[in-house]
């Protein structure tokens, strides 16, 4: 059989690390062993690749627990990855999409040549993965969907010459989590090939849910894949790839990280902690009680320390994807056909005022399908001139559903009380209607905009169907044996129809609620009303790139890059709001004037630009016992596509301005000795908005301007953003010695350190996450030629506290007047046990 799988050089060790690499010793020196990555789509050595690149072998990946992009991030300086309440962020040098499922990444994800480029994919756990190359900058050329602020090239691992197997089994001591995987692989005929992976984990999580006594989040994921290569002739060869996953998870890492006192005017209220509201509030009025607001006791945990006061929440997603590869050879010229198809469904609840009050919780459900079919034709190298060109199709379908859900009398009763503030504030006597009952209790009148919001439902529909079609050719002109001038060019056109529609229901009933004194009550708490919007929109455009390379000697390639990419543009999933301005009215009588709330939100949001420009070198030392890779970059963002929260419940989508983002990027392994390797990175980022007029504010803030719906905006001109950090990187130390003729003995160490950076999208100073260094350690015995390794694995030696994202608690400041933040919370210091049996 032979089978055309080309080999790299990663060895099964954990001397992989930040920037994967593997070594190899000889008896004269220590020298290091060439890295092939395909980040131009061609195999090179990653030394003569011209772009920023980190690369993460899958044997490195397993070792190390890496089982998400979310682990990922810590061995890669200027990615960024985090799940939030309703989303999930991943930024690259300080730029990504934000919050909205009408959102493609900015950041592009490519499994096997196929553009993943929905958020939700983001999440799925790796599995039995050759390596990650993480590319940074704009990569519009060969990944051409959208990728503006760089690209994950995913690899998976492919059926070999050789019988082959593996299974580890990993256990973690203090979520209880267990991690399984099995691989198969190797020839079923001379011609045919195939590669069997499975992976199942299960974990109870690492934070305690004080109101239904559990820990949390709880994870239950199994993916499943089955590659088959297929040698049909010497110049054609197929791949057929078909993996189903699934990853559900009861919970979130979560918590309540601050709670400062209510400043309200209202008497209910003032003084009182919005966990103090929830727990314990007698609504009076002229000393008359009227109701009472008695949460479960958990509420009052207000504070970090991994432990959530929740009712519940969760995201169960199912996924599939098949990917067809076939690659033809038509003399040195070879003509590749990749063919995907995939999708996924998810269905989430999130407990969205992140107490164990029953305030209001948000339930969304997603379901996505794309077909994709990309042709290359690919020259041979050698030639003065080679060139890779080709054409793109993709079509792809989104359904998503959420919906705001009421379903207890808290927030009915807190909105009650505030309604009676005026009254209750000035002392007077509740007013009484001739039969004597207290007016304004479900009768229209005062004190009843809380009745108005019982059993609500917001149900949103919304729909995105995309249509795209691009063609790209990248042309090198190999000048003279040293300098070659790489030209590249890339043009797409896509359409896009959009829907969103925005009803108010009867959750008990499940019908319609009649138009009235309900939209006025959820214009004012909720930012909020009905709405059906539809929307079509076409865009060409044509991304260029010039690309300069000069080998200064043997060991020197110098590089530099100018290139234009573009983001298109869409509409928006989650605002509340139509982008008009709308008075919307109701019911009023004498009592409760009520007024007039202006609503505006946003439907439609245009293509982002990125200019860019990066210069780098690629260096050989020491004979070959190390390397040292630089780049700096400046690259500048015009339109920027930004999801804007609306200070209640809902994100407006818009385009903010401009910004920059600039910086220094290291990375190297050297082979100290035959038997201690030192890999590292490190980045140095400053970002600036240069216009954003309307920044959310943060609580407390004093705004720039007010618009006409009451929203503050903030102006971010001259402003960093979220993750940005001053600095980040890692280093690591792998020592491998025989401690036996037949036992190996490798202890590794990687140190993973960030400058201060702010987790919250409004910059609250109160928010800034310390700088950290965190310490990862792993201990292994082998017998390489029987196949078995035992391993022990700490994660977070030094038991760092880590808040990967925080925002305002919501309700809590908008209405009730109390400053307050969540937070998403990163494990803290883990222990576990790994074994791995291979054979051959």
């Known amino acids: 059989m032979t089978l055309k799988s080309p080999v790299f050089c990663f060895r099964r060790s954990a001397l992989a690390s930040a920037i994967v690499l593997c070594s190899s010793y000889s008896m004269a020196a220590t020298v290091l062993e060439e890295v092939i990555v395909t980040a131009t789509i061609r195999a090179e050595s990653l030394q003569d690749v011209p772009v920023s690149v980190n690369a993460v072998s899958g044997d490195k990946m397993m070792e190390a627990g890496i089982s998400k992009i979310e682990d990922l991030q810590a061995y890669v300086p200027n990615l960024t990855m985090s799940e939030t309440g309703i989303g ?36 799925a756990p790796f ?28 690899i998976s691992a492919r059926p070999g010459q050789e019988f082959e197997g593996l299974v580890s089994g990993t256990y973690e001591v203090e979520t209880n989590e267990k991690v399984l995987d099995l691989m198969v692989s190797g020839p079923l005929t001379d011609d045919l090939g195939a590669r069997l992976a499975i992976r199942k984990r299960e974990t109870d999580g690492y934070m305690e849910n004080l109101t239904l006594n559990r820990d949390e989040p709880q994870r239950d994921e199994q993916t499943i894949r089955l590659i088959v290569d297929w040698d049909v002739n010497p110049d054609l060869t197929a791949s057929l790839k078909m993996e189903m996953g699934q990853f559900d998870v009861n919970g979130r890492q979560v918590e309540i990280i601050n709670d400062q006192p209510s400043t309200s005017s209202t008497t209910q209220f003032t003084g009182k902690t919005y966990g103090q509201i929830l727990d314990d509030t007698e609504i009076a009025i002229a000393g008359i009680p009227l109701a009472t607001v008695d949460a479960d006791s958990s509420v009052l945990n207000n504070y970090q320390d991994f432990k959530r006061s929740s009712n519940g929440d969760y995201s169960y997603n199912d996924t599939y994807n098949v990917t067809l590869n076939v690659d033809y050879a038509w003399g040195e010229h070879q003509f590749t056909f990749i063919t995907g198809i995939l999708g996924y469904d998810t269905e989430e609840l999130c407990d969205c005022d992140f107490t164990g009050a029953e305030v209001f919780a948000v339930a969304a459900e997603e379901e996505y399908s794309q077909f994709s079919q990309e042709i290359r034709w690919v020259s041979p190298v050698g030639e003065t001139f080679e060139f890779i060109g080709g054409g793109f199709y993709q079509k792809s379908e989104l359904d998503f559903f959420d919906s705001i859900q009421v379903t207890s009398d808290i927030l009915p009763q807190l909105l009650n009380a505030q309604d009676l503030q005026t009254l209750g504030a000035s002392g007077e006597a509740p007013p009484f209607d001739v039969t004597g009952g207290l007016l304004g209790l479900g009768l229209g009148g005062v004190g009843d905009a809380g009745t108005e919001v019982e059993n609500l439902g917001t149900p949103r529909t919304f729909s995105s169907d995309a249509e795209l079609f691009s063609v790209f ?9 040293l300098f070659r001038a790489t030209f590249g060019g890339r043009y797409s056109y896509e359409e896009k129809d959009g829907s969103r529609q925005l009803e108010l229901s009867d959750l008990s009933t499940g019908e319609i609620r009649p138009e009235g004194e309900v939209d006025t009550v959820v214009a004012k708490n909720f930012s909020a009303e009905r709405h059906d919007l539809k929307g079509s929109r076409s865009e060409g455009n044509f991304a260029p790139s010039v690309n300069l390379q000069y080998d200064w000697s043997d060991d020197v390639m110098l590089y530099s890059t100018a290139s234009i990419g573009y983001k298109s543009g869409g509409y928006d999933a989650r605002s509340n709001a139509s982008p008009e301005e709308n008075e919307v009215r109701a019911i009023q009588n004498t009592l409760n004037p009520g007024g007039a709330p202006v609503i505006v939100g946003s439907f439609e949001y245009e293509e982002e630009k990125a200019t860019s420009f990066e210069v780098g070198a690629k260096t050989t030392l020491l004979d070959g016992a190390a390397e040292l890779n630089v780049a700096a970059f400046y690259t500048k963002y015009d339109d920027l596509q930004v999801s804007i929260f609306d200070g209640t419940l809902g994100f407006n989508v818009g385009n903010a301005g401009a910004a920059t983002t600039m910086g220094l990027e290291l990375d190297g392994r050297m082979a100290l000795t035959e038997k201690l390797m030192m890999t590292g990175a490190l980045a140095f980022l400053d970002f600036e908005f240069t216009d954003f007029e ?15 719906s009451g929203t503050e905006y903030c102006d971010y001109k001259g402003k960093t ?29 990687d140190f ?9 999208q409004n910059l609250d100073p109160s928010q800034e996450q310390d700088a950290y260094v965190k310490t990862n350690v792993r201990l292994s015995l082998s017998d390489v030629a029987k196949g078995w390794e035992a391993a022990f694995l700490v994660k977070n030696l030094t038991d760092e506290t880590i808040i990967s994202y925080s925002n305002d608690t919501p309700l809590s400041s908008s209405i009730f007047g109390s400053t307050g933040h969540y937070g998403f ?9 790994q074994a791995t049996y291979r054979w051959y």
């Open 127 to 154: 599995l039995d993965l050759q390596r990650v190359e993480v590319l940074r900058g704009p990569q519009n050329i060969l990944f051409g969907k959208n990728s503006i602020a760089g690209a994950l090239s995913l």
């Open 752 to 760: 993973v350190f960030t400058g201060a950076y702010n987790s919250s």
């Open 825 to 833: 919370i990163e494990a803290p210091r883990t222990y576990a046990l």
């Open 88 to 123: 999930t962020n991943i930024y690259i040098r300080g730029i990504g999409s934000g919050i909205n499922p009408g959102f493609e990444q900015s950041v592009g994800m490519y499994f096997d040549g196929v553009s993943y480029g929905r958020a939700q994919l983001t999440r």
């Open 473 to 481: 050719l990248q042309t090198t002109w190999n000048i003279t044996d």
């Open 694 to 708: 309307n920044g959310q504010c943060y609580q407390g803030q004093t705004p720039d301007a007010v618009s006409l």
């Open 721 to 749: 953003n979220q993750y940005v950090a001053d600095y980040s990187g890692n280093i690591t130390f792998v020592y491998t010695t025989m401690v036996s003729k037949d036992l190996e003995f490798r202890g590794g160490a």
